[in-house]
């Protein structure tokens, strides 16, 4: 089955950086597109960055400039470089992808990891 492991969280100071890995299973890696998320405590989850299967990518308007996302198809990984930390980015990140079968389509999430930007 398809399996989203997330990992790399952890406490950084304002201005700091943290990469976030997401290593997938049980799915056609090179072909999809994954996407990274966040969800701060009160708020709803919010799109963060998305990286097509050509490596095309999009960036919420909040981390443009700050953010990058990447994949490895060999290793079945997609990252998340995170610079320029700021309290605001605090919240789990959740790695993303969706699957169609027939004329469905099925949402998949990691485990989420915690950043937390504080000094």
């Known amino acids: 089955q398809v399996q989203l492991v997330d990992s790399g969280g952890g406490l950084v100071q304002p201005g700091g950086s943290l990469r976030l890995s997401c290593a997938a299973s049980g799915l056609l890696f090179s072909i999809n597109t994954m996407g990274w998320y966040r969800q701060a405590p009160g708020k709803q989850r919010e799109l963060v960055a998305v990286i097509t299967s050509g490596g095309s990518t999009n960036y919420a308007d909040s981390v443009k400039g700050r953010f990058t996302i990447s994949r490895d198809n060999a290793k079945k990984t997609v990252y998340l470089q995170m610079n320029s930390l700021k309290s605001e980015d605090t919240a789990v990140y959740y790695c993303?992808?969706?699957?169609?079968?027939?004329?469905?389509?099925?949402?998949?999430w990691g485990q989420g990891t915690q950043v937390t930007v504080s000094s």
């Open positions: 993303h992808t969706k699957i169609p079968s027939g004329r469905n389509e099925y949402n998949y």
